[in-house]
């Protein structure tokens, strides 16, 4: 690993223990388990990132711009992968910050419209994108989990494990473009397409990602990421058909 | 089970890999000199292509409103001016991109035979998804004819579909079929003048370059070239080997010089073209509703867990209703009206002696043959079939498969397994040979070994009804729980015991619901009556005989003695019981039958009643699903599961009995 990540990597650290309260050499020596070497944290207040008042760390201005940039991108590489890729986020998003320029985590942040927390429910610190479009809070694609009872949505992509997979869901009609509409998300997803009721489960409707077309733009939205499925109490069992919610 | 063992003779089970070509398909008829064309009825599953077969051939095979209800091939002769015509009705496909085994009967069907005509059914309902299948028809460059079913569903939801210009876009005749059966004096006039269509889908430059080299390295006598470069293309797995002895490297570098992936070039081109066709073919006026179609709702509450219990439970209490009170008396009306007159009369006029015995004695061939099939038998199977075709004929059977599924995937059964699993209650050789269309080899196994276990079949669970019905309805309650706490104690087991293999996914589309056709119900109950009793007869006959000879040769005698401490001691039956146990081997409605009798006469109390029940259904099994059985996995596991249900049976029914008589105080029975 060269200096440049080492770096990088004290300044994300630093970050998380800002997050969580005061951030201290000694926090930071127990968060790196013994990795942390001296002069790594003394180049870095040579470089003005980092402000050190005895065993207390503080941010200077350039080291705070940093150290978001990065918290940023890598967080928004997590939504990515685990969004749309649907796949285990923890390997690949750790190398995400060091290579993405501003402008394409910017459109990536945009097409998951803006997402504001990261999987594990840390905030994302806002990018120039989110303050032009502060009126966009939700999502744009989204897992067909993700979609209310009685919700039409355009299909954005089909990740298929296989070629089989491939050609089962698109001869049931289940490709980019076409219009699905959930009816029923327990004890299997049922949607309809193309004229026709199809059920499946809910590995399938998640490598299923629609665009959510005409969602109001409203202020508050909590992310609705990582439903628990199938583990609903029996008073939220419905019926569906018009819609809940919104 | 009985009603389909008269449809399997007719059956042609065609190799998925056939070596030669079936003689009955292209060998020379003793009957006719001329060539007799073929006609491949194919389409999308639950399309009507039995339906429409039905309608051309004027024969009958099953029909319900469910996909998988044909599961191999079946043909049937027409003239047609004159000319002789072999109809075959085949399984659902998709594509000729195969995603299951009962499509590759159909694929293997069309390359092997090479039908004259391709006859496609079009569910108008699903247009897209048909149209996939047209485009890989189309390049077979055999002549094909479109057949619209179900448009008039499709008009009521404001789409219309302009069957002239898709015919003139297509290049192919296009009949409309607003209703079962209707368009079908136009088709027959159109077999004959049937010519190839024009081949419309150009798959682009890079593609058909790829095309045609894949062509050139084909065996020179291969069927449709083109068709099978495209799936070697598409890397079909189940194409591969047959065809390119050992040039499958050649294909590689022709698929990897490609700019994309082949499946998903393919794949895109033929949604473009399916798309273009489909938005010039038809047109969507919005229908206004003020709430979503009653079907709609229907079905949403039918797979619904809070509403489609109690709907299950409104099912089997109008069932249980419907066999007991309505068929029980129409069955004791018919003992009364025919046996006993007759059981009378033969009496008084023979002598008491051998000749009396043989036809009226506890063997009889008139009392345990005929009157038993039909005053006994019959009356209940004729209500079961009319009120569970009714079911069929509405669609009701896969929605409840999506309600049991939390409930089967705890049992291993995680895929598309549990449609063969429901349909088990229908027909178990049915269900049994449907569960080819599963992957996963654990999968099979398990629902297979589950049909054959505690699911009773339609005949079954009919009989079991009437018997339990003259106890009381906590009797029939009692019994099928007990049915059911060994069927998920067997699927629990079961998914321990058999290591995982590949796990499959879930995908199943669900018939829309439908408001049931009586005419069509009426037709289907009948059909299966008439099969049932000319199988079943003479079955009950030769059975009744056999029992009688046993009995005067003492065998029956021999035996009573040898079984009467497991019969009264472990399962707690009267010594008669074994009787019945000895019918079931010949035919379980026999044996049912005989029970029934007993019940009715008092000679059995109410656990007894369940006792009995749960016997009968687990371990009588139907030569034709035993059959199944064999044909769908290794001879070894089928042997294996057979002595693990004969076993389980015994022991289950044994330890039912004794948890009865320990809490039958307490359980108020």
Not at chain 1, 76 to 89: K, N, Q, T, Y
Request: glycine share 8%; with cysteine; aromatic share 6%.
């Amino acid at each position: 690993m060269n200096r440049i990540t080492d770096r990088d990597e004290l300044l994300e650290r630093l970050w998380q223990l800002g997050e969580r309260g005061a951030a201290t050499v000694e926090l930071l020596r127990e968060s790196l388990k013994g990795r942390l070497s001296g002069d790594e944290l003394d180049r870095l207040q040579e470089d003005g990132m980092v402000r050190r008042d005895a065993e207390a760390l503080s941010f200077t201005a350039r080291g705070a711009a940093r150290a978001e940039r990065l918290i940023r991108t890598h967080r928004i590489g997590e939504r990515l992968i685990h969004d749309v890729l649907g796949r285990e986020f923890e390997s690949a998003a750790c190398e995400f910050e060091h290579i993405l320029a501003t402008e394409i985590v910017d459109g990536i942040c945009t097409l998951l419209g803006h997402p504001r927390e990261c999987p594990h429910g840390f905030a994302i610190p806002q990018g120039e994108c989110c303050r032009v479009s502060a009126r966009w809070v939700q999502k744009i694609v989204v897992p067909l989990t993700e979609l209310q009872i009685g919700q039409t949505a355009k299909v954005a992509w089909v990740y298929t494990r296989s070629d089989q997979q491939l050609h089962r869901l698109t001869s049931l009609q289940i490709r980019p473009g076409s219009i699905v509409k959930l009816h029923q998300d327990y004890p299997s997803y049922v949607i309809e397409c193309d004229g026709a009721s199809i059920a499946m489960d809910a590995e399938v409707a998640r490598s299923i990602n629609v665009w959510l077309e005409g969602a109001a733009p409203t202020e508050e939205s909590p992310p609705r990421h990582a439903r628990p499925n199938f583990t609903k109490p029996w008073w939220r069992w419905r019926l569906g058909g018009r819609g809940r919610g919104n | 089970m009985m009603r389909e063992e008269a449809r399997v003779p007719r059956l042609t089970q065609l190799d998925p890999h056939p070596v030669g070509r079936d003689p009955r398909f292209t060998g020379p008829d003793p009957h006719l000199t001329e060539h007799v064309k073929c006609i491949a009825v194919v389409g999308l599953p639950n399309s009507g292509k039995s339906q429409l077969c039905n309608s051309l051939t004027g024969t009958y095979a099953l029909v319900s409103n469910y996909p998988q209800t044909t599961v191999a091939v079946s043909t049937h002769r027409i003239t047609v001016e004159g000319k002789a015509w072999e109809v075959t009705d085949t399984p659902g496909l998709h594509g000729l991109f195969i995603q299951s085994e009962e499509e590759l009967v159909v694929r293997a069907l069309l390359f092997e035979h090479r039908p004259d005509v391709i006859v496609q059914c079009v569910d108008a309902n699903r247009f897209r998804e048909s149209l996939l299948l047209t485009a890989d028809l189309l390049g077979l460059g055999v002549p094909l004819v479109l057949v619209l079913t179900a448009v008039g569903e499709t008009a009521r939801r404001g789409i219309q579909l302009d069957t002239s210009s898709l015919g003139r876009l297509l290049g192919v005749p296009v009949i409309a079929s607003p209703s079962p059966g209707a368009g079908v004096p136009e088709l027959r006039r159109l077999l004959l003048g049937a010519i190839p269509a024009p081949r419309p889908l150009e798959y682009g430059d890079a593609l058909e370059g790829a095309v045609n080299k894949i062509q050139q390295l084909l065996p020179p006598v291969s069927p449709f070239p083109r068709a099978s470069a495209l799936l070697l293309l598409e890397n079909d797995p189940s194409f591969t080997g047959a065809t390119m002895n050992g040039r499958s490297a050649h294909v590689e570098e022709i698929r990897s010089g490609l700019a994309g992936t082949a499946p998903r070039m393919i794949a895109d081109r033929r949604t473009e073209w399916v798309d273009e066709v489909a938005t010039q073919v038809s047109r969507n006026t919005p229908v206004v509703r003020a709430g979503p179609r009653f079907s709609e709702t229907f079905a949403r509450m039918c797979r619904h867990p809070l509403y489609g219990l109690p709907l299950l439970a409104l099912f089997l209490g109008l069932l249980y209703v419907m066999v007991v009170y309505v068929a029980g008396a129409l069955s004791l009306f018919l003992t009364m009206a025919v046996t006993d007159p007759v059981v009378r009369a033969v009496g008084i006029l023979l002598p008491q002696g051998f000749w009396k015995d043989l036809l009226i004695g506890s063997h009889g061939l008139l009392t345990l043959g005929l009157f038993n099939s039909l005053t006994t038998v019959l009356p209940i199977l004729s209500v079961f079939f009319l009120f569970f075709g009714l079911l069929e004929d509405v669609g009701y059977l896969p929605n409840l498969a999506i309600l049991t599924r939390r409930v089967s995937a705890k049992l291993g059964i995680t895929g598309n397994a549990v449609i063969p699993l429901v349909l088990g209650f229908g027909c178990k050789t049915m269900a049994t040979m449907t569960a080819r269309t599963l992957q996963s080899r654990k999968e099979k196994i398990i629902v297979i070994a589950l049909i054959a276990f505690a699911i009773p079949c339609s005949a079954q669970m009919g009989l079991s009804i009437a018997i339990l019905g003259a106890h009381g309805l906590r009797y029939f309650i009692a019994a099928f729980g007990f049915l059911a706490v060994a069927e998920v104690g067997a699927g629990l087991l079961l998914n321990r015991l058999i290591p995982a293999d590949s796990e499959g996914q879930f995908i199943q589309e669900l018939p829309p619901i439908r408001v049931p056709r009586f005419a069509a119900v009426a037709r289907k109950t009948g059909y299966r009556l008439l099969w049932f009793l000319r199988e079943a007869i003479p079955i009950f006959l030769v059975a009744a005989l056999a029992m009688f000879a046993i009995e005067r040769l003492g065998v029956l005698a021999l035996l009573k003695t040898a079984l009467k401490p497991f019969i009264t001691g472990w399962l707690g039956l009267p010594l008669d019981m074994v009787d019945a146990l000895l019918l079931t081997f010949a035919r379980s409605e026999a044996a049912a039958g005989l029970i029934l009798k007993m019940s009715r006469e008092g000679a059995l109390n109410g656990v007894q009643a369940i006792v009995a029940v749960i016997l009968i259904t687990t371990f009588a099994q139907c030569f034709a699903n035993i059959a199944a059985m064999f044909r769908e996995v290794r001879a070894r596991a089928a042997l294996l599961i057979m002595v693990s249900i004969y076993a389980a049976s015994l022991l289950y029914t044994g330890a039912v009995r004794a948890a009865l008589t320990a809490a039958a105080g307490a359980l108020g029975l």
